[in-house]
Nanobody
């Protein structure tokens, strides 16, 4: 069992930055591919980024490439999402996710979800 708790969301102006954190419980954190998804009002939950167990391999949605960076610290059981050059269309609830198999780029691939943190980008 893995429990995920996100933090770091908030309100920021266009062009600003935020760093999201996701603290995971459990001793098996390093076994999971970790990722971030987001869901805007009235829309489906979409993949944002994921990172493999070692942190050496990452994947990003095209919409965030070059602006967002995912990283992890297995010693702290924490995964991060650094978000730069934020745009109003980045406004959403951001969810931390853990996948035991595959790359966890689809919602059906996810074994555990966090409760979500709101990110609002004002224009």
């Amino acid at each position: 069992q893995v429990q995920l708790v996100e933090s770091g969301g908030g309100l920021v102006q266009t062009g600003g930055s935020l760093r999201l954190s996701c603290a995971a419980s459990g001793r098996t954190f390093s076994r999971y591919v970790m990722g971030w998804f987001r869901q805007a009002p009235g829309k489906e939950r979409d993949f944002v980024a994921c990172i493999n167990w070692s942190g050496r391999i990452t994947y990003y949605a095209d919409s965030v490439k070059g602006r967002f960076t995912i990283s992890r610290d297995n010693a702290k059981n924490t995964v991060y999402l650094q978000m730069n050059s934020l745009k109003p269309e980045d406004t959403a609830v951001y969810y931390c996710a853990a996948a035991s198999e595959g790359w966890g780029t689809g919602v059906d691939d996810i074994d555990y979800w966090g409760q979500g943190t709101q990110v609002t980008v004002s224009s």
